[in-house]
């Protein structure tokens, strides 16, 4: 859009195909032509990507002037267009023989049959048989070395769709047209292929083109589909918007949603690519009852709910609320987590409930809430694009959540700043202004020197300060002696880096902090939390398009399930348990007086079990045994049980300690909703049928409570499934953030954020706007940051830092990732141990080489890869792989504040295997030579 040198527009009126159509100026003669209810017909133009021009297949006429590409040229005032005549048609018809004489013309051959935008065109222009001779000379025509992508050349008209998407939208830049007129070609990287050249196997360029030069092996082998369902994605909490095609009940294809708006028609490889999960052979399709021998057998579901339903009932009544714990699911929908945190209180009569949230962002949630009065980030995904300034801190997005990494990489293309504060050095790492790489667990010290040099330079905002916020001067005093000086001689970060990074911030008009798990698993994650609500208040950074703090939530529903509930100490809306409006609240519309005695908390459950003091335990969708840190204790507890329910798709870890399994369903196979990371709350809807013998998560809950005499109110009468749209309404009845939302509204909008009162308000996008804070006083509380040491240091026998985190191609523990065709990557295949050349070197450690990781609690062995994506000092695993056990080595140290373990801060000594495993490292040397490193290896300075 053109602004004037005031920055005023002026719409503009012109006149299409006879009617008259306002629009803004600078608007695109295409766009204006779609908003008066016309069209033409387009090749190379995508509404995500910026006008190209090369096909020429939209051209109109304009009263007095030649014809003009509509796509990229800007209105005119006054001006007459025109989209239909016979010139128009003669032209677009030399065009599409054009593009014809170099296309087969097999079309029943061909998977885009009857969705193929140039067959589309040829027929309106009435063209059957090209005059022109065909010079198909592409060798190889035909590339099927990609697992995802398949690449047909003979097919490709040029259009250079998939190499903008890969520019545009995704940011990876490994695609490029080659050659010139009939020898033009798509290549990868230096023509090296795929996966070689680092692709992220996003999709982008199959979703976009317009034939079938790029497409997925699932439209090959099935044909099209005969339903499409729009869902929400189950994997990370970007909660992208995903339209799954069906064919015969299965699972043909997955697609981004063009209207989806967390992700505006983009996907990752994971959600795009990574679903056959849902139908895989190791899925649970049975109860399964532990025998005295310890192993299974099958049971019908009659036999293991009277089981449930007995055993549970006894423990109840002979141990009380204490004896009995449950753990909810971040993997389950809103509804499915209010069923079941309301189990626990109304049928079992305890607080005791809780989710994988505790493990990973509870001090976000914390101290957004006791600073902020709200437990979730204040802007939304898209506000990275107003913002003149992003701190990532402890975040990989571009792996965890590798859709809104992609925005923030193309918020930096378009000029946002950006600062990253990681002891990695990630791909975003690379592409930033000033990267910090501060050693594992010093957060806080870091932080309270950018505070400190806010408050000795004079950068902070007085005004807003006085205005809307409490406890300013503790912060001063807290941080007085907090120099960058300070701060380098704990983190190793360069002390100008640190000031730099301060003023930088200090001088923004519109800068938001963005963090993930570094921050909150890595020592005292809730002050580091409130140290960036300190900056951002004190800089004004606060209530204002591109200017907050945010949390990046790691799981697809982590955050909806605290929101309803599922936590020991509040109920929905964070609301406390001993909150007396709350429970009177509860007990009106439960009719039960709700349980009053102190919840147990996920690491106190497993202390309580190995106390004795809790007898049985209820986990849905969560493998504790695999993801929870000092797994041995964690064992220990479960073993320690004496009554264990877990509720699974696949038999996990977790589920091997457990007395009766109960086969749940995939995010497929049910309704509801999910939130996602910025309060967005969307709706999942059921694609497949649940596999036979399995059952929808929340109708187990349902049923245990019904057989133990009691009503959740979630059915429409005793032996009917669950009514999702009915349990919404009872939370909005329960949730003051929620009150305006339900199943009809969120179909109609698509989606909502809260806080949405009731049902005239539009949900909110940014939060405390103008600077007033949800809690009752209307002001942020700044709150005063101690440093302390992280839980565990390393020393002369533990002398490097392992830190932990997600790869980009499997999701947590893998359980449903490395069930699908993602792990035909090469780099998804096995854990390594990522090491900087300089300590292998020290240590005489190749790459590929086996060796054993060694802390203070175990060892696991892993094979290692010399990269320069980790700092000297540093090593990095992530915690994907079930066999590597990544989560034995860490130690149960935990946030102050919340419980939230330090698996980002465990010190580790390496120790080679020796020439047992020499062979089988040659081979995994070979496999990373045919994968290059990750985008993330940018290396390091001085290096």
Same mark, same amino acid.
């Given at each position: 859009?053109?602004?004037?040198?005031?920055?005023?527009?002026?719409?503009?009126?012109?006149?299409?195909?006879?009617?008259?159509?306002?629009?803004?100026?600078?608007?695109?003669?295409?766009?204006? !032509?779609?908003?008066?209810?016309?069209?033409?017909?387009?090749?190379?133009?995508?509404?995500?990507?910026?006008?190209?021009?090369?096909?020429?297949?939209?051209?109109?006429?304009?009263?007095?002037?030649?014809?003009?590409?509509?796509?990229?040229?800007?209105?005119?005032?006054?001006?007459?267009?025109?989209?239909?005549?016979?010139?128009?048609?003669?032209?677009?018809?030399?065009?599409?023989?054009?593009?014809?004489?170099?296309?087969?013309?097999?079309?029943?051959?061909?998977?885009?049959?009857?969705?193929?935008?140039?067959?589309?065109?040829?027929?309106?222009?009435?063209?059957?048989?090209?005059?022109?001779?065909?010079?198909?000379?592409?060798?190889?025509?035909?590339?099927?070395?990609?697992?995802?992508?398949?690449?047909?050349?003979?097919?490709?008209?040029?259009?250079?769709?998939?190499?903008?998407? /890969?520019?545009?939208?995704?940011?990876?830049?490994?695609?490029?047209?080659?050659?010139?007129?009939?020898?033009?070609?798509?290549?990868?990287?230096?023509?090296?292929?795929?996966?070689?050249?680092?692709?992220?196997?996003?999709?982008?360029?199959?979703?976009? /083109?317009?034939?079938?030069?790029?497409?997925?092996?699932?439209?090959?082998?099935?044909?099209?589909?005969?339903?499409?369902?729009?869902?929400?994605?189950?994997?990370?909490?970007?909660?992208?918007?995903?339209?799954?095609?069906?064919?015969?009940?299965?699972?043909?294809?997955?697609?981004? @949603?063009?209207?989806?708006?967390?992700?505006?028609?983009?996907?990752?490889?994971?959600?795009?690519?990574?679903?056959?999960?849902?139908?895989?052979?190791?899925?649970?399709?049975?109860?399964?009852?532990?025998?005295?021998?310890?192993?299974?057998?099958?049971?019908?579901?009659?036999?293991?709910?009277?089981?449930?339903?007995?055993?549970?009932?006894?423990?109840?009544?002979?141990?009380?609320?204490?004896?009995?714990?449950?753990?909810?699911? &971040?993997?389950?929908?809103?509804?499915?987590?209010? !069923?079941?945190?309301?189990?626990?209180?109304?049928?079992?009569?305890?607080?005791?409930?809780?989710?994988?949230?505790?493990?990973?962002?509870?001090?976000?949630?914390?101290?957004?809430?006791?600073?902020?009065?709200?437990?979730?980030?204040?802007?939304?995904?898209?506000?990275?694009?107003?913002?003149?300034?992003?701190?990532?801190?402890?975040?990989?997005?571009?792996?965890?959540?590798?859709? +809104?990494?992609?925005?923030?990489?193309?918020?930096?293309?378009?000029? /946002?700043?950006?600062?990253?504060?990681?002891?990695?050095?990630?791909?975003?790492?690379?592409?930033?202004?000033?990267?910090?790489?501060?050693?594992?667990?010093?957060?806080?010290?870091?932080?309270?020197?950018?505070?400190?040099?806010?408050?000795?330079?004079?950068?902070?905002?007085?005004?807003?300060?006085?205005?809307?916020?409490?406890?300013?001067?503790?912060?001063?005093?807290?941080?007085?002696?907090?120099?960058?000086?300070?701060?380098?001689?704990?983190?190793?970060?360069?002390?100008?880096?640190?000031?730099?990074?301060?003023?930088?911030?200090?001088?923004?008009?519109?800068?938001?902090?963005?963090?993930?798990?570094?921050?909150?698993?890595?020592?005292?994650?809730?002050?580091?939390?409130?140290?960036?609500?300190?900056?951002?208040?004190?800089?004004?950074?606060?209530?204002?398009?591109?200017?907050?703090?945010?949390?990046?939530?790691?799981?697809?529903?982590?955050?909806?399930?605290?929101?309803?509930?599922?936590?020991?100490?509040?109920? &929905?809306?964070?609301?406390?348990?001993?909150?007396?409006?709350?429970?009177?609240?509860?007990?009106?519309?439960?009719?039960?007086?709700?349980?009053?005695?102190?919840?147990?908390?996920?690491?106190?459950?497993?202390?309580?079990?190995?106390?004795?003091?809790?007898?049985?335990?209820?986990?849905?969708?969560?493998?504790?045994?695999?993801?929870?840190?000092?797994?041995?204790?964690?064992?220990?507890?479960?073993?320690?049980?004496?009554?264990?329910?877990?509720?699974?798709? +696949?038999?996990?870890?977790?589920?091997?300690?457990?007395?009766?399994?109960?086969?749940?369903?995939?995010?497929?196979?049910?309704?509801?909703?999910?939130?996602?990371?910025?309060?967005?709350?969307?709706?999942?809807?059921?694609?497949?049928?649940?596999?036979?013998?399995?059952?929808?998560?929340?109708?187990?809950?349902?049923?245990?409570?019904?057989?133990?005499?009691?009503?959740?109110?979630?059915?429409?009468?005793?032996?009917?499934?669950? @009514?999702?749209?009915?349990?919404?309404?009872?939370?909005?009845?329960?949730?003051?953030?929620?009150?305006?939302? &339900?199943?009809?509204?969120?179909?109609?909008?698509? +989606? !909502?954020?809260?806080?949405?009162?009731?049902?005239?308000?539009?949900?909110?996008?940014?939060?405390?706007?103008?600077?007033?804070? !949800?809690?009752?006083?209307?002001?942020?509380?700044?709150?005063?940051?101690?440093?302390?040491?992280?839980?565990?240091?390393?020393?002369?026998?533990?002398?490097?830092?392992?830190?932990?985190?997600?790869?980009?191609?499997?999701?947590?523990?893998?359980?449903?990732?490395?069930?699908?065709?993602?792990?035909?990557?090469?780099?998804?295949?096995?854990?390594?141990?990522?090491?900087?050349?300089?300590?292998?070197?020290?240590?005489?450690?190749?790459?590929?080489?086996?060796?054993?990781?060694?802390?203070?609690?175990?060892?696991?062995?892993?094979?290692?890869?010399?990269?320069?994506?980790?700092?000297?000092?540093?090593?990095?695993?992530?915690?994907? +792989?079930?066999?590597?056990?990544?989560?034995?080595?860490?130690?149960?140290?935990?946030?102050?504040?919340?419980?939230?373990?330090?698996?980002?801060?465990?010190?580790?000594?390496?120790?080679?295997?020796?020439?047992?495993?020499?062979?089988?490292?040659?081979?995994?040397?070979?496999?990373?030579?045919?994968?290059?490193?990750?985008?993330?290896?940018?290396?390091?300075?001085?290096?």
């Amino acid at each position: 859009m053109i602004q004037r040198a005031d920055g005023t527009t002026q719409p503009v009126t012109v006149t299409v195909d006879g009617t008259p159509v306002t629009v803004k100026e600078g608007t695109t003669v295409l766009k204006a !032509l779609r908003e008066a209810g016309s069209d033409v017909p387009t090749l190379c133009y995508s509404d995500q990507l910026e006008p190209f021009g090369a096909c020429r297949t939209c051209l109109v006429e304009v009263e007095g002037r030649k014809p003009v590409a509509s796509c990229h040229t800007p209105v005119t005032q006054g001006a007459e267009y025109r989209t239909r005549s016979k010139r128009l048609t003669r032209l677009r018809r030399n065009i599409t023989e054009l593009i014809v004489s170099d296309h087969p013309l097999e079309c029943l051959d061909c998977t885009a049959n009857g969705r193929c935008d140039l067959q589309d065109l040829a027929q309106e222009v009435g063209l059957r048989t090209p005059r022109y001779e065909d010079p198909r000379t592409h060798n190889p025509p035909r590339d099927d070395s990609h697992p995802f992508v398949k690449l047909e050349m003979d097919k490709c008209i040029g259009c250079a769709l998939c190499v903008r998407a /890969c520019d545009e939208v995704q940011g990876s830049f490994i695609l490029a047209m080659e050659g010139r007129g009939y020898d033009t070609r798509v290549i990868a990287g230096n023509d090296t292929g795929f996966e070689e050249a680092q692709c992220v196997s996003c999709g982008q360029c199959v979703f976009v /083109c317009p034939v079938a030069a790029l497409e997925e092996p699932g439209t090959r082998e099935h044909g099209l589909p005969d339903q499409q369902v729009t869902t929400t994605c189950s994997y990370c909490g970007v909660g992208c918007s995903l339209n799954v095609n069906v064919k015969d009940g299965q699972v043909v294809n997955i697609e981004p @949603n063009v209207a989806g708006s967390a992700n505006l028609g983009h996907a990752c490889v994971k959600g795009r690519f990574a679903h056959q999960f849902a139908h895989s052979e190791d899925r649970l399709t049975s109860p399964l009852i532990r025998k005295e021998d310890g192993t299974f057998r099958e049971a019908s579901w009659e036999e293991a709910l009277d089981l449930i339903v007995g055993r549970f009932t006894e423990i109840r009544e002979r141990h009380g609320p204490d004896g009995f714990a449950s753990i909810s699911s &971040s993997r389950c929908t809103n509804e499915e987590n209010y !069923l079941m945190q309301k189990f626990a209180r109304v049928a079992m009569g305890t607080n005791s409930i809780d989710n994988c949230s505790r493990v990973c962002h509870s001090p976000s949630a914390y101290g957004l809430g006791q600073s902020l009065g709200t437990a979730a980030g204040t802007n939304p995904f898209e506000d990275v694009q107003y913002s003149d300034l992003i701190v990532l801190v402890g975040a990989n997005p571009t792996e965890a959540h590798p859709v +809104f990494g992609a925005r923030i990489k193309q918020a930096v293309f378009d000029g /946002c700043k950006l600062i990253v504060l990681d002891p990695r050095n990630t791909e975003l790492a690379g592409l930033s202004d000033l990267h910090l790489p501060l050693r594992p667990g010093s957060n806080v010290a870091v932080i309270n020197a950018m505070q400190h040099v806010l408050i000795e330079e004079g950068l902070v905002d007085e005004e807003f300060v006085a205005q809307h916020a409490l406890g300013f001067e503790e912060v001063r005093r807290e941080v007085a002696d907090c120099t960058p000086e300070w701060a380098s001689e704990i983190s190793g970060v360069d002390p100008e880096l640190i000031r730099n990074a301060a003023r930088m911030y200090g001088a923004a008009e519109a800068a938001q902090f963005l963090w993930g798990l570094g921050v909150t698993e890595a020592g005292h994650g809730s002050n580091t939390v409130f140290g960036m609500i300190n900056l951002a208040v004190m800089t004004g950074n606060m209530g204002r398009p591109g200017a907050g703090t945010s949390p990046i939530r790691g799981q697809n529903n982590v955050q909806g399930a605290s929101d309803v509930g599922a936590l020991p100490n509040v109920f &929905s809306d964070y609301r406390s348990v001993t909150d007396e409006g709350a429970r009177a609240d509860h007990r009106r519309i439960w009719g039960v007086e709700p349980p009053s005695n102190l919840g147990l908390r996920i690491p106190d459950m497993f202390d309580a079990a190995h106390a004795g003091t809790l007898k049985a335990m209820y986990i849905l969708a969560e493998d504790v045994a695999q993801s929870d840190p000092n797994t041995s204790h964690v064992e220990g507890a479960l073993e320690a049980l004496d009554f264990l329910v877990v509720q699974e798709i +696949f038999m996990t870890p977790t589920a091997e300690f457990a007395d009766v399994v109960l086969p749940g369903t995939t995010f497929l196979e049910k309704d509801g909703t999910f939130v996602n990371s910025d309060r967005r709350i969307q709706r999942v809807r059921r694609a497949i049928e649940p596999l036979p013998g399995t059952r929808v998560d929340g109708d187990i809950v349902n049923t245990i409570a019904r057989r133990m005499g009691v009503d959740l109110g979630a059915d429409d009468g005793p032996g009917t499934p669950v @009514n999702p749209a009915k349990v919404m309404e009872e939370i909005a009845t329960l949730t003051p953030k929620w009150g305006g939302m &339900s199943y009809d509204r969120l179909d109609e909008k698509g +989606f !909502l954020q809260w806080p949405c009162y009731d049902r005239d308000h539009p949900g909110t996008t940014v939060v405390h706007e103008g600077g007033i804070t !949800l809690r009752p006083d209307g002001k942020a509380h700044l709150r005063g940051t101690p440093w302390q040491e992280p839980g565990e240091l390393p020393d002369d026998e533990y002398p490097m830092m392992l830190t932990t985190g997600r790869q980009l191609f499997h999701y947590n523990v893998g359980t449903m990732t490395r069930r699908t065709d993602v792990v035909k990557l090469a780099q998804a295949q096995e854990e390594t141990l990522r090491i900087h050349p300089a300590d292998a070197r020290r240590l005489e450690i190749e790459d590929g080489e086996h060796v054993n990781v060694v802390s203070r609690r175990g060892q696991v062995a892993v094979r290692a890869e010399v990269t320069k994506a980790t700092n000297k000092g540093t090593v990095f695993m992530t915690f994907h +792989f079930p066999e590597s056990r990544t989560n034995l080595l860490i130690g149960d140290a935990v946030d102050e504040y919340t419980g939230c373990p330090e698996y980002k801060v465990c010190a580790v000594r390496l120790e080679r295997v020796g020439a047992a495993g020499e062979e089988a490292g040659e081979a995994a040397k070979e496999r990373r030579a045919r994968a290059p490193e990750r985008k993330e290896l940018a290396e390091t300075p001085g290096d």
